[in-house]
């Protein structure tokens, strides 16, 4: 999942947050977080569109 909104966050153990931005992947032991702060988007519906898009 790519982030949708810029958002910060402690990863990997670190002790300090780094900020992330849109379009950068989220990495695991975020996830939970960033999807409470609607901050992450799945790619499956921009995919499903593209294909449909390239049909027509």
């Known amino acids: 999942m790519k982030f949708t909104k810029p958002f910060k966050g402690a990863t990997g153990g ?3 947050p780094q900020d ?9 032991d975020l996830l939970v977080a960033a999807m ?9 519906p921009k995919a499903a569109s593209k294909a449909k898009a390239d049909k027509e």
Do not use: I, Q
């Open 20 to 28: 992330f931005k849109v379009g950068d992947e989220c990495p695991d």
């Open 36 to 44: 409470k702060a609607n901050a992450v988007s799945d790619e499956k």
């Open 14 to 16: 670190n002790s300090y």
